[in-house]
């Protein structure tokens, strides 16, 4: 018996306790759990099963190494969310048969929906929904996987009116397609979904603008939804976009594809930087239309093209009448030890106060009161502020253009009238969607970007920057979007095409991430991930296209 019970058996060894467990072939991860001995309070909610993230789906023939993840993990509060958009789409489904429902913008921690039901969107519709939702989630409906020949569920999908995922699977070339069903409504999703519906505990659906807000727990404590905090100027920069893309015809990456197979990519990407450019241009005349101004201030979160940015700000200022002065915040460490730390003990060179704010609105200040001052210059090799030799002194059309993560802190520059100043915020706010129910996260975006320019630029490999990534995003939650309201301007860097070409630049590289690594399953995720896009050569791009600060050729130096 014992032979026997060891041949239809299958080991996991669970990276969660270290245990090793014998389970039937053909358990799956859901019911493989239980027999870990693990009590998650927020999870699982999806496992990563050798270095691949796996759905609790996910059914074991072969003996596995599993770690399971909760909500408060990147993967798992991906999973969660979906999960959550597949239950709204549902609850539409069931109250407004003729109607539809867009995934659309991340803000306000959450997500903007846009509900189409022929008419204003209420309150009563938003609680309606949010009823029905609830009794979708006491319900505990399983959700289940269908495969089917990618033919047949294009047929499924063309059936069901769902235009946005027809499109999507006809421009992917694939022969098989994996879609999902919830107690008989049928859908298409990138990533895993929880195993049943009862997993989700805590959601939020109110009305927001013109449409919905689908609120979600927060990651750091999963008990309570993500502070609900107004993006008025965030909001309306993707309302933007998708104006622009509605001037295109393209919202979604089917419909992206579809028109680079008729050959329009040359048009796609010429208009895309054509309208960057326009944007660009607008805010340089913005600050030209307001005489006190004397300083712009850029920032923005990692690979979010603030360098590009302040350096087409620039031309765009000049053509104003405008002399702007480039400053870089980088000069204004102070010495190492005098650095913060952070909670390991290392020293935290992302904190505010890695900066000497005394001496910044010092200068500053003497420079618009017309006095010459030597500007530092730090040596990160030793770590101390030098003095570089560098006198500097403004004429009366002279405006400084300071770029850093920093610059919409109102701390940084306390001591200076705000009527000098004009804040930009840059980001790379992807705004097309795979489909529309599936968006993209704009911090896949930045860190694609990120992992060519670290690979090509700084010697550190695409394991290295997906290792530091999680720290990057930290600081950035910490010190960069908490002020980006502050912004007089809000500069959107992403372009409609760009992760055509980035696929072909950054797939090489992700494909150097060993797969006995922990950052394999990122490095998976995103080759996955950019299977959707039809590649596109970054050879057709403009040399002061922004994308080129981060694949090279720049006709700007950096």
């Given at each position: 018996?014992?032979?026997?019970?060891?041949?239809?058996?299958?080991?996991?060894?669970?990276?969660?306790?270290?245990?090793?467990?014998?389970?039937?072939?053909?358990?799956?991860?859901?019911?493989?759990?239980?027999?870990?001995?693990?009590?998650?309070?927020?999870?699982?909610?999806?496992?990563?099963?050798?270095?691949?993230?796996?759905?609790?789906?996910?059914?074991?023939?072969?003996?596995?190494?599993?770690?399971?993840?909760?909500?408060?993990?990147?993967?798992?509060?991906?999973?969660?969310?979906?999960?959550?958009?597949?239950?709204?789409?549902?609850?539409?489904?069931?109250?407004?048969?003729?109607?539809?429902?867009?995934?659309?913008?991340?803000?306000?921690?959450?997500?903007?929906?846009?509900?189409?039901?022929?008419?204003?969107?209420?309150?009563?519709?938003?609680?309606?929904?949010?009823?029905?939702?609830?009794?979708?989630?006491?319900?505990?409906?399983?959700?289940?996987?269908?495969?089917?020949?990618?033919?047949?569920?294009?047929?499924?999908?063309?059936?069901?009116?769902?235009?946005?995922?027809?499109?999507?699977?006809?421009?992917?070339?694939?022969?098989?397609?994996?879609?999902?069903?919830?107690?008989?409504?049928?859908?298409?999703?990138?990533?895993?979904l929880l195993p049943s519906t009862g997993y989700i505990r805590l959601f939020g659906?109110?009305?927001?603008?013109?449409?919905?807000?689908?609120?979600?727990?927060?990651?750091?404590?999963?008990?309570?939804?993500?502070?609900?905090?107004?993006?008025?100027?965030?909001?309306?920069?993707?309302?933007?976009?998708?104006?622009?893309?509605?001037?295109?015809?393209?919202?979604?990456?089917?419909?992206?594809?579809?028109?680079?197979?008729?050959?329009?990519?040359?048009?796609?990407?010429?208009?895309?930087?054509?309208?960057?450019?326009?944007?660009?241009?607008?805010?340089?005349?913005?600050?030209?239309?307001?005489?006190?101004?004397?300083?712009?201030?850029?920032?923005?979160?990692?690979?979010?093209?603030?360098?590009?940015?302040?350096?087409?700000?620039?031309?765009?200022?000049?053509?104003?009448?405008?002399?702007?002065?480039?400053?870089?915040?980088?000069?204004?460490?102070?010495?190492?030890?005098?650095?913060?730390?952070?909670?390991?003990?290392?020293?935290?060179?992302?904190?505010?106060?890695?900066?000497?704010?005394?001496?910044?609105?010092?200068?500053?200040?003497?420079?618009?009161?017309?006095?010459?001052?030597?500007?530092?210059?730090?040596?990160?090799?030793?770590g101390r502020s030098e003095k570089s030799g560098k006198k500097l002194k403004l004429?009366?059309?002279?405006?400084?253009?300071?770029?850093?993560?920093?610059?919409?802190?109102?701390?940084?520059?306390?001591?200076?009238?705000?009527?000098?100043?004009?804040?930009?915020?840059?980001?790379?706010?992807?705004?097309?969607?795979?489909?529309?129910?599936?968006?993209?996260?704009?911090?896949?975006?930045?860190?694609?970007?990120?992992?060519?320019?670290?690979?090509?630029?700084?010697?550190?490999?695409?394991?290295?920057?997906?290792?530091?990534?999680?720290?990057?995003?930290?600081?950035?939650?910490?010190?960069?979007?908490?002020?980006?309201?502050?912004?007089?301007?809000?500069?959107?860097?992403?372009?409609?095409?760009?992760?055509?070409?980035?696929?072909?630049?950054?797939?090489?590289?992700?494909?150097?991430?060993?797969?006995?690594?922990?950052?394999?399953?990122?490095?998976?995720?995103?080759?996955?991930?950019?299977?959707?896009?039809?590649?596109?050569?970054f050879d057709s791009l403009p040399p002061t296209s922004l994308l080129r600060e981060?694949?090279?050729?720049?006709?700007?130096?950096?």
């Amino acid at each position: 018996m014992a032979t026997e019970k060891k041949v239809n058996e299958v080991t996991l060894e669970c990276l969660n306790n270290g245990k090793s467990i014998e389970v039937p072939i053909g358990t799956s991860l859901e019911e493989a759990y239980a027999k870990t001995g693990l009590e998650m309070k927020h999870g699982p909610v999806v496992a990563r099963v050798n270095n691949k993230v796996e759905s609790l789906h996910y059914d074991l023939f072969r003996p596995k190494r599993v770690e399971y993840l909760d909500i408060t993990a990147p993967s798992g509060s991906r999973t969660y969310t979906r999960t959550l958009f597949f239950i709204l789409c549902k609850a539409v489904n069931d109250l407004y048969p003729k109607g539809s429902v867009v995934i659309d913008i991340p803000v306000s921690n959450g997500y903007y929906c846009n509900l189409k039901i022929g008419r204003k969107v209420t309150p009563d519709d938003a609680a309606a929904l949010r009823r029905r939702m609830q009794e979708i989630i006491d319900a505990d409906v399983p959700i289940e996987y269908h495969e089917a020949l990618t033919e047949d569920a294009i047929a499924l999908f063309r059936k069901l009116g769902a235009g946005s995922k027809v499109k999507l699977l006809e421009t992917l070339g694939r022969l098989y397609t994996t879609y999902c069903d919830l107690d008989g409504y049928v859908d298409y999703f990138y990533g895993a979904l929880l195993p049943s519906t009862g997993y989700i505990r805590l959601f939020g659906l109110e009305p927001y603008y013109d449409g919905l807000l689908l609120r979600i727990p927060s990651m750091k404590n999963p008990d309570v939804l993500g502070e609900m905090t107004r993006q008025d100027k965030m909001f309306e920069i993707f309302k933007e976009h998708h104006r622009w893309q509605n001037i295109m015809g393209i919202s979604t990456v089917g419909q992206f594809n579809a028109a680079v197979q008729m050959g329009y990519a040359g048009d796609i990407i010429n208009v895309s930087e054509a309208l960057q450019e326009k944007k660009i241009s607008r805010i340089a005349d913005m600050v030209a239309e307001r005489p006190g101004v004397r300083m712009v201030l850029i920032a923005g979160p990692s690979s979010s093209g603030k360098t590009t940015t302040c350096k087409r700000l620039s031309i765009q200022l000049v053509t104003n009448g405008i002399r702007p002065v480039q400053i870089s915040l980088d000069d204004y460490f102070v010495d190492r030890e005098c650095t913060p730390r952070d909670e390991k003990g290392e020293f935290d060179y992302e904190s505010l106060y890695a900066l000497n704010i005394e001496l910044i609105n010092k200068q500053f200040n003497a420079l618009f009161r017309g006095e010459e001052v030597e500007l530092p210059r730090y040596n990160f090799q030793t770590g101390r502020s030098e003095k570089s030799g560098k006198k500097l002194k403004l004429r009366p059309r002279d405006i400084l253009v300071v770029e850093g993560i920093h610059a919409l802190n109102p701390e940084l520059t306390a001591q200076i009238p705000e009527e000098q100043k004009f804040r930009v915020y840059a980001s790379a706010l992807t705004t097309i969607l795979l489909d529309t129910h599936n968006y993209i996260p704009t911090t896949d975006n930045r860190l694609l970007r990120r992992i060519i320019r670290d690979v090509k630029y700084r010697g550190c490999s695409a394991r290295d920057t997906i290792h530091r990534w999680p720290s990057v995003r930290a600081g950035e939650n910490k010190w960069i979007f908490p002020f980006q309201e502050n912004a007089d301007a809000m500069f959107n860097t992403a372009m409609i095409y760009e992760l055509a070409v980035i696929r072909t630049q950054a797939e090489p590289a992700l494909e150097q991430v060993p797969e006995n690594c922990e950052e394999y399953a990122e490095a998976y995720r995103l080759r996955k991930f950019l299977k959707y896009f039809k590649p596109l050569p970054f050879d057709s791009l403009p040399p002061t296209s922004l994308l080129r600060e981060f694949l090279g050729g720049s006709s700007f130096n950096y």
